[in-house]
């Protein structure tokens, strides 16, 4: 599946496009892979408190809204991953919301 990302900027606009390789549904949690400026494996869940994103490789995790929350998804998951790749798995997130069913 192929998403657009954008990073809207003083200077203008920039734009990229990302690629979900693999979705992965394990009953409790997903583990989604997302290829694009780079290599994303994202694990995505429900608590008590919501819904969350972990990203392993990059030792963040946040708390999000709904997946298709994209404003606060990509604030929430900049601030623990930076702009680009924040926006990145925000953008994601957003393109298969209606595909995730958290429990």
Sequence with gaps: MVF?????????KETWTGRITSIINYG????ITI???????VLLGKTS???FACMPDFSAGCHL???DDLFY???KLSDVMGK?????V????????DKIHLK
């Design 49 to 51: 408190l919501g819904n």
């Design 4 to 12: 657009q990302c954008v990073n809207q900027t003083k200077k203008g």
């Design 28 to 31: 409790s949690h997903y583990e």
């Design 90 to 97: 925000a953008s994601a997130l957003y393109s298969i919301a």
């Design 73 to 75: 998804s990509t604030e």
């Design 35 to 41: 290829d694009s400026r780079s290599g994303i494996m």
């Design 84 to 88: 680009i790749d924040g926006i990145t």
């Design 65 to 67: 809204s709904t997946l």
